[in-house]
């Protein structure tokens, strides 16, 4: 399983955006990016997930490195509710499971 | 649509005894999947079902059971519990016919002591 890595742990101010990076040096051209957020005492939730193009949905953009060794999760105007632990995920499509590393707590600042 | 829906939520066994942890999907997803998530780490992967009568093992499977007798159930069951099945589950469902995100129950809080 082709790795990433994430900072341990960032910081922000409530509704400034926020730029969360993922290295993907070994990424493989069948590999998806996928991004999802734990928050606390509750399941993963899946935010968005990319090939080559950014990505946008209502919770977040994907912006992905030509050369997709890299990719990073923008939070447009992050709440207090997004404080979180974000995981960036390699997944191949018929890949079989998710391997989660340690991922990125996010502190959200009022 | 209910989602992911796991049962029960918190559960105190004592070593050796056996018990059933249950999800359910209503979304017509072909794959579903237990994993454990312990204090401070990322979660990982016991058993996985791409289909009812399919079913096969992650990394963690050893005193885990499943089956997969329909597309919405996906029981996973402790045959003999120990202390170090201590953790929290997740069961998770994607459709199988796209790139998809994977949707997570909301978790069984497990205690053996």
């Known amino acids: 399983d082709a790795k990433t890595t994430q900072p341990n742990s960032m910081e922000s101010n409530e509704e400034e955006p926020v730029h969360l990076p993922c290295n993907h040096s070994?990424?493989?051209?069948?590999?998806?990016i996928h991004w999802y957020r734990q928050l606390p005492s509750q399941g993963p939730e899946y935010v968005i997930h990319?090939?080559?193009s950014n990505v946008n949905n209502r919770m977040a953009s994907l912006a992905i490195a030509e050369d997709r060794k890299s990719s990073t999760l923008i939070l447009h105007r992050a709440t207090l509710r997004d404080a979180a632990v974000y995981y960036c995920?390699?997944?191949?499509?018929?890949?079989?499971?998710?391997?989660f590393g340690q991922g990125t707590r996010l502190t959200i600042n009022p | 649509n209910a989602g992911v829906t796991q049962t029960p939520k918190f559960q105190v066994l004592k070593t050796g005894q056996s018990m059933t942890l249950q999800c359910a999907q209503d979304m017509n997803h072909e794959y579903m999947s237990w994993y454990r998530q312990d204090p401070g780490m990322g979660l990982r992967l016991i058993h996985y079902s791409v289909g009812a009568g399919i079913t096969d093992q992650g990394e963690v499977p050893n005193g885990y059971n499943v089956s997969r007798s329909t597309t919405e159930d996906f029981p996973l069951r402790l045959l003999s519990a120990a202390p170090s099945q201590t953790s929290v589950y997740f069961c998770a469902s994607r459709p199988t016919s796209r790139v998809s995100g994977y949707t997570f129950g909301s978790g069984t809080r497990l205690t053996v002591v």
């Open positions: 995920i390699l997944s191949s499509q018929g890949a079989q499971k998710l391997v």
């Open positions: 990319g090939l080559t």
């Open positions: 070994t990424i493989s051209g069948t590999d998806y």
